[in-house]
Structure formats: structure tokens, C-alpha cells
């Protein structure tokens, strides 16, 4: 059973063109609810941020929410990731996943959040929305 944290701003993922710098302050700004993730790839960036911080040029696509998993997880732990895309897999809810040090977070889409919500609830995860 796992403790997870709905955040409350609606978030996109995107697709900023290969060899385009990564917006100045788009990290480091972030306040104490938001967070950010940008992974590199040949094809280019790949970046998942709250809406209203998506640069311009981007490829986008909106709105989902951001269920973050209360941490900081050890990093020993298996299956954490698992037991929340497994649930919402089942019951055909579309995710975007991501890790950083210290949790997890899994976005689903903004108009399944009640669905990804109830499905999470009835396998014995806590959320607190």
C-alpha cells in the first residue's frame, strides 16, 4: 500500500526540437508543488511540466494530472512503480511515468483522473487529492 500525493496543476509532456537549448529557468523556478522532468535522446527532448510552464516551439500534449508517490522511497525498493501501472493498465488508463531520486510519479490523463483515482484506491493505495 503506497501513499500517493495528487499535485495540483494540470501538466503537458512534450517534445522541444533536437539541438534547441532547454529554456532558461524552466527547472530551476519551479515552486513547491511542480515539479519537472527532461530526459535527452537523439531524436531531442523530451520534457513533462505544469501547462503553464511549456516553451514555446514545443510539441504538447495536455492536460493530464501528476499522482507523485510520497517519499523519499529507498532506492532498494522493487515493484513500486509496478503496483501503480499494473492497476491503471488494467483498467486502460493511460499513463506517463517518471522517476526521480527520491519517488515516483505516474501522470494520467486530466478527464480519467477520477477513473486512475478510484482504480488506484481499490488495490490499497491512499491518495490524497
Keep these: 500500500m503506497l501513499d500517493i500525493a495528487l499535485l495540483p496543476d494540470e501538466y503537458a509532456v512534450c ?21 519537472a522532468s527532461l530526459a535527452a ?17 514545443a510539441t504538447v500534449e495536455t492536460p493530464w494530472r501528476c499522482l507523485r508517490v510520497v517519499g523519499p522511497l529507498d532506492l532498494a525498493l ?13 483498467a486502460r488508463v493511460e499513463i506517463v511515468a517518471f522517476s526521480t531520486y527520491d519517488t515516483d510519479y505516474v501522470l494520467v490523463p486530466a478527464v480519467r483522473l477520477a477513473e486512475a483515482i478510484g482504480t488506484l484506491t481499490n488495490v490499497g493505495h491512499r491518495v490524497a487529492t
Excluded at 15 to 35: A, F, H, K, N, Q
Excluded at 43 to 57: A, E, F, N, Q, Y
Design 41 to 57: 535522446s537523439p531524436d531531442g527532448l523530451s520534457l513533462i511540466c505544469p501547462t503553464l510552464r511549456v516553451p514555446d516551439g
Design 78 to 90: 522493487t515493484g513500486v512503480l509496478a503496483s501503480l501501472v499494473a492497476p491503471l493498465a488494467e
Design 15 to 35: 517534445r522541444i526540437p533536437s539541438g534547441t537549448p532547454v529554456p532558461t529557468g524552466l527547472l530551476s523556478d519551479l515552486s513547491g508543488t511542480e515539479v
